[in-house]
């Protein structure tokens, strides 16, 4: 249950814009999720093979950074995830 939430977040942001890995490092962690990047890269490749996810490189101070976008098949993902959240919230709120 862990791992969907973190992959919806995920989703979230890079449907509303590129994002990196340290970005959302931080990002999950400004909501309480304690993981490293050893956890996160796998999620981010995994959400990539799985169609979630698009990569594109750019260079950034000399370096390569890898950026990933919300795929149509994400959008998709995101938006049943959404509603299925939406669903379990009202029944589990009282």
């Known amino acids: 249950m862990f791992l969907g939430f ?3 977040h995920i989703l979230h942001h890079a449907k509303e814009h590129p994002v990196y890995g340290a970005w959302m490092l931080e990002e999950l962690q400004e ?3 304690e993981i490293s990047a050893g956890t996160l ?4 490749h995994n959400m990539e ?3 979630l996810l698009e990569k594109e490189e750019r260079l950034v101070d ?3 950074r890898k950026y990933y976008s919300a795929t149509r098949k994400g959008d998709v993902i995101l ?3 959404r509603a299925q959240a939406y669903e379990l919230f ?3 709120k009282d």
Do not use: L, M, N, V
């Open 6 to 8: 973190i992959q919806i």
């Open 31 to 33: 909501h309480g999720y």
């Open 41 to 44: 890269y796998p999620i981010f």
């Open 49 to 51: 093979k799985d169609g």
């Open 62 to 64: 000399g370096k390569i």
């Open 79 to 81: 938006d049943k995830a």
């Open 90 to 92: 009202k029944e589990i």
